[in-house]
């Protein structure tokens, strides 16, 4: 009577049998990533750059383009003039003309690390 406490009781099992019990986790469905490509025709047209909707977008690189189509452009002594005016063609931004908007409270500094060696 010892040898049939150690057996252990319970449904019998058979090989090749699916068990309808048991269900298969679904994978959830990730959703997929938009391209981040611009679609814009004004932003194909200035390299990928965009207009800005609102005044608090306006932090790191930017580009200042005037009513001409020319952009505000730092010289060497740390000034800023008006470029030269561009065609219609693909009219993004030189390196001279990239300049970075640090925000504060209620004011926008902005500053030009172009041509600068220290």
Request: aromatic share 6%.
């Amino acid at each position: 009577m010892a040898d049939y406490k150690q057996v252990k009781s319970g449904r019998l099992k058979l090989k090749g049998l699916n068990e309808p019990s048991k269900k298969k986790k679904q994978k959830k469905n990730k959703r997929k990533r938009e391209d981040d490509t611009p679609t814009d025709t004004d932003t194909l047209r200035h390299g990928g750059w965009r207009k800005l909707e609102n005044i608090f977008e306006v932090s790191g690189n930017i580009a200042l383009q005037t009513y001409r189509g020319s952009y505000v452009e730092a010289t060497d002594t740390g000034s800023f003039t008006v470029g030269d005016p561009r065609d219609d063609g693909i009219n993004c931004p030189a390196p001279v003309e990239i300049l970075t908007a640090v925000p504060l409270s209620n004011k926008i500094a902005i500053k030009s690390g172009y041509g600068r060696n220290k």
